[in-house]
């Protein structure tokens, strides 16, 4: 099946500081990939979603200067957590969603936890 | 906006038969999905079905489809210990651009 990898799978950082997570389409090309952020014991929250060459389309409440969102590639989105804080500590998820399926079906990443200190 | 909702827990003993519920309110759904997610992991698709079906069966799962009442179910039979984590439904939409819309999860704890 579809895989999708992200990098990293967690990271630790200082407050005020910039953290960029990859989503990595292995095996297929994904024109739109989706990015989720999920609080402990919570469902997952749709951020915004990534289009290959196009600007992303962000879900309302979710400040685009602070999650910067790059789809540079048909393989790749990559997230900027910007000037990050305490509050943004979260596991953020990304999917990409593959064409070449009956239903466009969405292949998720394994996630990638994030501490702000 | 779509509510979807989930009871919180359900725990089993092995070998028993696992059902989770999920109640969504558009009733505009195209597709319906059970999702898995163990532990600081990503999610993994379990299974689907269209809206238009009332039930799907595929090995130890089967997914009922209530379009009236708006209430999806997944049935686990034989539940094992490896089934553990936590599920969730979601559902697109027509109009929503391929979105999912993801229920609140059901811990299903298997117990030996």
């Known amino acids: 099946g579809a895989v999708v990898s992200q990098h990293p799978s967690w990271v630790i950082c200082k407050s005020g500081t910039s953290v960029k997570i990859e989503c990595r389409s292995l095996?297929?090309?994904?024109?739109?990939m989706f990015w989720y952020r999920q609080f402990p014991k919570q469902s997952l929250m749709l951020m915004a979603t990534?289009?290959?060459?196009?600007?992303?389309?962000?879900e309302q409440g979710v400040e685009k200067d602070k999650f910067l969102i790059n789809h540079a590639s048909l393989t790749l989105s990559t997230l900027t957590v910007t000037s990050a804080h305490p509050e943004d500590s979260s596991f953020y998820i990304c999917?990409?969603?593959?064409?070449?399926?009956?239903?466009?079906?969405?292949?998720f990443g394994p996630g990638t936890r994030l501490t702000v200190l | 906006g779509e509510d979807v909702e989930q009871s919180l827990f359900l725990s089993v003993r092995e070998g028993d038969s696992s059902v989770i519920n999920c109640t969504y309110t558009?009733?505009?759904?195209?597709?319906l999905y059970w999702y898995k997610q163990e532990p600081g992991a990503g999610l993994q698709l379990l299974t689907y079905?269209?809206?238009?079906?009332d039930m799907k069966q595929d090995q130890r799962l089967t997914v009922l489809l209530n379009k009236k009442d708006k209430h999806l179910s997944l049935r686990i039979a034989d539940t094992q210990t490896g089934d553990s984590a936590i599920y969730f439904c979601?559902?697109?939409?027509?109009?929503?651009?391929?979105?999912?819309?993801f229920g609140t999860g059901t811990q299903l704890k298997v117990e030996l």
């Open positions: 999917s990409a969603r593959d064409t070449g399926t009956p239903r466009g079906e969405q292949f």
């Open positions: 095996d297929f090309q994904a024109t739109t």
């Open positions: 990534s289009n290959e060459g196009s600007k992303a389309t962000y």
């Open positions: 558009d009733s505009s759904s195209t597709y």
């Open positions: 079905i269209f809206s238009n079906m």
């Open positions: 979601a559902e697109t939409f027509t109009g929503g651009g391929n979105k999912l819309t």
